[in-house]
């Protein structure tokens, strides 16, 4: 069945270094996909989005890249704070408006 | 304030007492769906609806019931609650319609069931 692997499950960095989180689909009809952040006691945020048309993606400090031949997507941060720590889920889809299917999630901690 | 909520937010029940955990959303989204989050699982979504009297099953739907009779309300039922529905649960909505459209997720009911 459809199914996205996330690693690492926990990633610890410096304040100001950089963090990347990758992930893995298996559905090769999927053509969307988010990323969302959850911070402690919240529910998921999306952070930033691609589409299958688009091989990367830049808003600040976060980027997204994307190889649709690998099945292969990632999210850069760069310059990282201590707000940045959080739990970071990717997710894949083929439908708009429809089902998405998470990753196990990457549990983000920067140390000031 | 556009947002998805959750009532309750904590709930602790008993194995069998039959539990319903409400949600609501203000931003006349056509698409509503659960999930549970469980550590090292992600999140699993449990049913969806498309729009008014429109559901179905997603990936892990044994145990729960669902309606949708308004189009801002999508009710979470757990006829008879088991251990192994100890979950984070959460609500999330969306447009639907030719290009994606960003889910909003609610804050998240935690159920234990002893």
């Known amino acids: 069945g459809e199914n996205v692997e996330q690693h690492p499950s926990t990633l610890s960095v410096q304040e100001g270094d950089s963090a990347v989180i990758k992930c893995t689909y298996s559905?090769?009809?999927?053509?969307?996909f988010p990323w969302y952040k959850q911070e402690l006691g919240k529910g998921p945020q999306l952070i930033i989005d691609?589409?299958?048309?688009?091989g990367e993606k830049k808003d600040q400090r976060i980027a997204v890249t994307l190889n649709k031949t690998a099945k292969h997507f990632s999210l850069h941060i760069t310059e990282t704070q201590p707000e940045d720590s959080a739990v970071y889920f990717c997710?894949?889809?083929?439908?708009?408006?429809?089902?998405?299917?998470f990753g196990q999630g990457t549990e983000l901690s920067v140390k000031p | 304030e556009a947002q998805v909520t959750q009532n309750p937010r904590y709930l602790i029940t008993v194995t069998g007492k039959k539990l319903t955990v409400t949600c609501s959303q203000n931003m006349n989204h056509e698409y509503m769906s659960w999930y549970r989050q469980d550590p090292g699982l992600g999140l699993r979504q449990i049913y969806y609806s498309m729009n008014v009297e429109v559901t179905d099953k997603g990936d892990v739907p044994e145990g729960y019931k669902v309606s949708r009779k308004e189009k801002r309300n999508f009710p979470l039922i757990l006829e008879s609650p088991s251990p192994n529905q100890t979950s984070l649960y959460f609500c999330?909505?969306?447009?639907?319609?030719?290009?994606?459209?960003?889910?909003?997720f609610g804050p998240g009911t935690r159920l234990t069931v002893t």
């Open positions: 999330a909505s969306s447009f639907k319609g030719l290009d994606y459209y960003e889910q909003y």
């Open positions: 559905d090769s009809a999927s053509n969307y």
């Open positions: 997710a894949a889809s083929r439908n708009q408006g429809g089902k998405l299917i």
């Open positions: 691609i589409r299958s048309n688009v």
